[in-house]
């Protein structure tokens, strides 16, 4: 009754091509992404801010660009851990090479250091596809690492080749480095996830985001209604790693401080990729529902007991909520295998009915 | 009908598991986090320490009424040795307890270089016990850090010390050639700059062979000790690497007298897997292994004999239960000494780090202690937060770990130099400044 768009009449192509083309949607949104920039600082204590809303802003934006790149132009990649370390060095190297450039700035540099080392690794899929093409962007995974491990440059010779994020600011306030409040770092990293999903919803409504699904849907018949894959495919390649890039720098300088290259390792690429399985593929939406899921489930069931009272051994504990968490991944994905996006898209739906379904 | 039985077999579970529960935060505690790692690839290693700590801090409740009669509260956390699991337990845990946490043992060189950014902020110490960022044993730098009783670098020269003692004297070095096999981390990386300033030192040739993570795979490295023949091999080895090195040695047949582990890559866990080829296998340690101390007499007595253990009983000694209890011990020292300053209470983060830069454990509180010859004295200043302690050498027998050396002093001369560099360094990094230390109380 509520969730109803009678009377809403569309007048102009612009109105009915919009985003959101229910007004219930528009508000929505823009009360979720205000409620996103005001609440969490003001209220959330730094144990929220810290340990569950940063790393969410960051994988957040990681699974957006593993979507745009496996959901929407359907090239399988297991290299978005590689991807985003190339992120994170790069800024480290960027920040620390040249003090005075704005840290933002030095994200998005970053991003495009990203993009140009994924479009080269994105080269094999013009001949590969399929698990065949998994297995090429593993090789980038497994050869970045390697790399940054093995090359003291990229961390200035820090004999323990960790790299630290400098403490900068931006506007006046502290947002890298130790110094910066929890708040400061949460604010930039939903700041720059609410402009690249906006920028990526864009995207695949575009004519770029349609040749994509075009390639994913089935590449020979896209080629004969006149989508290059070449373009196309390396596109989505450094498009996706882009949003990486900035993903991989924003964990290093937002939420951990500081990392070695095993905060990239390939369980990384595996995490992103579950996420967007489990959110759903090809959807702006389920990269955010899917990074909730596999951030925010395993704390809260590591919170349950003691919240609850019961004080169970550790590594009991860990078992059991390891069981619940795989439990919960396969109950979803019977009940709905086109993720948790097409979750709320069906109960979108039910509730345009809804009180009244007939 | 199964949900009821399901239920049931929870509430059994419940009821079986609650004797090892931990100490819940009481008033009048003090609350130590313990971020362990009982599940995962490092469990093995992680479960034997987790378990030495608690039984410590058990016998402190259980005979003494705490310390000083505050009680020691704690809460166990389960890290999986994984730096962001790490971290979010640090930030679950650290306003826990009635003055919050006042310190915290992170277990891994990679949560420790997450927390160190923050302990000044927080008001935590960190203790990281032999490991985690050597040139934080600049207490200039890095007030808030410690890593006594010695660090990785104090280690690998006297592990070098050692070897030279071996040949008949440091001089003997010239043209030997000895193999660094390390962990391709930040952890495993630690030892090699002061190996290279030893190596043109001395004159031997140093080769350095890392080793990725998890550490499974490590037959090219073993081809090239094969051609090589180097005539010593130090490792710097962490959880399943250190079994497969030790096998992989064996299968190409090197001596295994001359093949020293460091302290992370000498536990039980590490030999028994490759059986009798482990025999002769060398680590370095900071104290005993073994029962034979009078603390182990007391926490058999008051914990393991009231069913308050947290392991098995035939665990105690094992190396790495004995490390557990030997950072519980030094954890409960410096707050012993910080009671004697500000009063016996619940202290707070800044009390206790006190506590840790003005602890000084004799010979003779050892003793009381029931640790005689458990491990070396130990004083810290506000300059050095490592005490640059002697390093021990044990061998494994095959079925039990012996010492075969007195205490090695490390060679601190190149050491400490190459430490206040790496402080200036790293502190800068951070955008921390020097403190004056003669200013300090």
Known sequence: ?358 | MTRRVLLVGLAALIVAAAPLMPVAAQEKSIFIPLLVYRTGPYAPSGIPIANGFVDYFTLLNERDGGINGVKVAWEECETQYDTKQGVECYERLKGRGPTGAVLVNPYSTGITYQLIPKAPIDKVVIFSMGYGMSAASDGRWFPWVFNFPTNYWSQASAVIRYIGQQEGGLDKLKGKKIAHIFHNSPYGKEANPTLETLAKQHGFELTLLAVDHPGQEQKSTWLQIRRLRPDWIFMSGWGVMNQVAIKEAAAVNYPMDRFIGNWWSASDADVIPAGDAAKGYKGATFHAPGTNFKVFEEIVKHVYDKGKGAGKKEAMGEALYNRGVVNAMFSAEAIRTAMAKFGNKPLTGEQVRWGFEHLNLTEKRLEELGMKGFTHPVKISCEDHEGSGPVLIQQWDGKKWNLVSDFIAPIREVVRPKIEEAAVQEGKKLGYTMRDCSKEM
């Open chain 1, 1 to 358: 009754m509520i969730y109803r768009e009678a009377g809403q009449f569309k007048t102009t192509y612009a109105a009915d091509q919009a985003i959101f083309p229910i007004a219930q949607d528009r508000v929505l949104a823009a009360l979720a992404v205000a409620a996103a920039f005001v609440v969490p600082p003001v209220l959330a204590d730094e144990y929220w801010l810290q340990a569950v809303l940063i790393p969410l802003m960051v994988y957040a934006l990681a699974a957006v660009g593993l979507n745009l790149l496996t959901g929407y132009a359907g090239q399988l990649s297991l290299g978005t851990g590689g991807f985003m370390a190339v992120g994170a060095y790069s800024a480290f190297k960027l920040a620390t090479a040249f003090p005075q450039l704005n840290i933002l700035v030095v994200f998005v540099l970053a991003g495009l250091v990203a993009a140009g080392v994924g479009l080269l690794f994105g080269i094999p899929s013009l001949r590969i596809k399929g698990f065949y093409l998994a297995v090429a962007t593993l090789a980038a995974q497994f050869f970045l690492i390697w790399l940054f491990n093995k090359v003291g440059w990229f961390v200035n010779y820090a004999p323990s080749g960790t790299i630290t994020a400098p403490p900068r600011t931006v506007l006046g306030v502290m947002v890298t480095g130790p110094e910066a409040t929890a708040a400061a770092r949460y604010v930039v990293a939903l700041g720059f996830v609410a402009l690249f999903a906006w920028m990526a919803k864009n995207l695949v409504r575009g004519r770029i985001g349609r040749a994509w699904m075009a390639i994913r849907d089935r590449d020979i018949a896209a080629e004969i209604i006149g989508v290059r894959p070449l373009r196309a495919k390396l596109l989505a390649f450094a498009i996706s790693s882009f949003y990486c890039g900035i993903a991989g720098a924003e964990l290093v300088f937002l939420y951990l401080g500081s990392a070695e290259t095993l905060a990239f390792d390939i369980n990384v690429s595996f995490l992103v990729l579950f996420m967007i399985i489990i959110g759903g593929l090809g959807s702006i939406l389920g990269s955010f529902l899917g990074a909730a899921f596999i951030v925010l489930t395993p704390i809260f069931l590591t919170n349950v007991p003691h919240a609850v009272g019961v004080e169970l051994p550790v590594a009991l504990q860990k078992q059991i909520e390891l069981m619940i968490f795989g439990g919960l991944i396969i109950f979803f994905l019977i009940v709905e295998p086109h993720g948790l996006a097409r979750l709320w898209q069906i109960t979108k739906e039910k509730l345009r009915l809804w009180p009244f379904p007939h």
